[in-house]
DNA sequence: CGGTATCCGGCTAGATACTG
DNA sequence: CAGTATCTAGCCGGATACCG
């Protein structure tokens, strides 16, 4: 989330407004974060796990994808010191205070999803 | 909103199982289209109005962002048959729909936004 | 006023090869 | 198992010029 940065720490008074919309949206701005913190929002993942939770994603991408909601405080890394290496994320607090947003866009998606699916002629199985 | 795409109208059965959170990302993905949403949820704006919203933002892609609102049917555009022209833009029942979703995003970037600025030093007026 | 048309540059997803 | 390093391709935002 590169287009929030506090490195510089310049006084309050000349930072621009900041809108938390897009705050928000920066945040989760990734192919893959939503659907990432939504896996964490039901259970704690190993690395390879999300993998396969995630059809098609590839190492390089998801340790980014990791890394920044990590780096934003969203996302907590556990190393556990074995060997094999064993690798756990989960939500932090600020994490789980995200998922009403994720419960908003779920339902929103699925009217959205009927909507189009009736334009289209599909029967809807309720 | 290219990765949703009806337009082969495929049976059912042979679609891919679509995420609803996937979809709703998919709709806002662009720099832009939160915050025309937010915009629009608090009134009915005109084309020009919006590029003094939404500071440096070009015409090109102000159309491209509304236009792929509208095909999305989150946003109504109302032509006025008039000289100098006059362009309304509007939500439509989906995109009111969409309201909570804005709002959950405010209320989390806020609380984003006061536990950076705490890392940081900052003061926080209460 | 409210757009199109066109071109361009940067970011980021993705692929691949390698590693502790 | 859980990554890192490197390279590439394509999309998308942005700038500019023009138009009804």
Redesign the pocket.
């Known amino acids: 989330m590169?287009r929030f940065n506090f490195e510089g720490k310049p006084p309050l008074e000349k930072q621009e407004v900041i809108c938390p919309l897009t705050l928000t949206q920066n945040v989760i701005?990734?192919?893959?974060k939503v659907i990432i913190l939504w896996h964490l929002s039901q259970r704690t993942i190993?690395?390879?796990?999300f993998q396969r939770c995630l059809p098609?994603?590839?190492?390089?991408?998801l340790?980014?994808?990791?890394?920044e909601l990590e780096d934003d405080g969203m996302v907590h890394?556990e190393?556990y010191k074995e060997v094999?290496?064993?690798?756990?994320y989960s939500l932090t607090e600020l994490g789980k205070r995200f998922i009403p947003i994720l419960d908003a866009m779920e339902v929103w998606g699925k009217e959205f999803m009927e909507i189009k699916l009736v334009e289209h002629n599909y029967y809807i199985s309720k």
């Open positions: 590169a701005a990734g192919r893959w190993r690395f390879n796990e098609g994603i590839s190492k390089g991408i340790t980014r994808q990791l890394r890394r190393v094999p290496p064993k690798v756990e």
